[in-house]
């Protein structure tokens, strides 16, 4: 999350006027909440988890889309664009597993010390 938040905030000052105050700033809050809930996940006991890596899934996807419209709107170039999305399409990819993870040990009969 860290290193496609870096290459945001390389691009940031890129962003033509019309947009850097306006949607390029929600993205930049966006990804630090994303941050902050992927931190706040990684330290929280393993059942209160979940909330958090979904919440962070959300605000992530919400990125996604708003790069998207800046793309789309000639804001960012097609390089950029590319490059980012990646970098999110990895996050993605980890918090979804880790969602995946956290489901099925939710799911799980719980096991008690003696039985194997």
Known sequence: MKQAYLVWFEYYPTI???????????IDIILIEAIEMTSTAGFTPQADKLPYVRTAIRKLDTVKILLL????????????????SEKLSEVGRMLGGWHGNLIAKQNSPNRTSGEK
Do not use: C, F, M
């Open 16 to 26: 033509p006027k019309v947009h850097r105050y306006t949607l390029a700033s929600r």
């Open 69 to 84: 419209v800046l793309w789309e709107t000639k804001s960012l170039d097609n390089k950029k664009y590319i490059a980012l």
